[in-house]
């Protein structure tokens, strides 16, 4: 039997914790508001609805192919997850910096979705624990992928106003707080089950 106080709460807690889209949102709320970051959460919402309706078609193939790729998948997410953070780093030493990255863009939020493992990895449990066991439809699995997409861009927004709120104040903290969020996009990096392994391997 479908279970949507299930679906709701796994949906909620696994979308407005914190994760590369959120973190990523929160910086470019901070560096330059939420009205300019809006093309960013849209493009975040779009790369999310796309890769859950795909997670919901494919989904028997994936798990079937995700033994085979999960290594490499996760190798390469987790070192463009590294990437951005490092150019939020970086971003320090020059205040304009981040502006030549194209960071705060449409394209840039579509496409992070496809190398980031949590999007990933959560289209991939919800449409298979809570979807696709009660519906096939076609009409329903994009009524889901819009929804969930949704959910998604409201806690992008929550956490892009928040830095936008507290502009002024993280602004004059720019070096630290470029720190931190670039600390957490590094933890969710190394998270990454496989990469944890792999970096065991050379050390």
Request: charged share 10%; glycine share 4%; net charge positive.
């Amino acid at each position: 039997m479908f279970n949507l106080s299930a679906l709701l709460s796994y949906v909620l807690v696994s979308t407005f914790t914190p994760g590369p889209n959120n973190i990523m949102s929160m910086t470019n709320g901070t560096n330059f508001g939420y009205k300019k970051t809006l093309k960013f959460v849209l493009g975040a919402t779009t790369g999310m609805a796309l890769i859950m309706l795909l997670c919901g078609y494919l989904n028997l193939f994936l798990f079937e192919l995700l033994p085979n790729i999960k290594l490499s998948m996760e190798v390469f997410s987790s070192a463009y997850i590294i990437y951005l953070a490092i150019k939020i780093l970086k971003s320090n030493s020059n205040p304009n910096a981040i502006n030549d990255y194209s960071i705060n863009t449409f394209k840039s939020g579509m496409l992070m979705q496809f190398m980031n493992p949590k999007t990933i990895l959560y289209g991939i449990t919800v449409t298979s624990i809570f979807i696709i066991p009660y519906y096939k439809s076609s009409i329903i699995l994009c009524l889901f992928a819009i929804f969930l997409s949704l959910v998604g861009f409201i806690s992008m927004s929550c956490w892009t106003l928040f830095g936008a709120l507290f502009q002024k104040i993280l602004s004059r903290h720019r070096k630290l707080f470029n720190i931190v969020m670039a600390s957490l996009l590094i933890y969710c990096a190394l998270s990454v089950p496989d990469f944890k392994l792999l970096i065991h391997l050379f050390i």
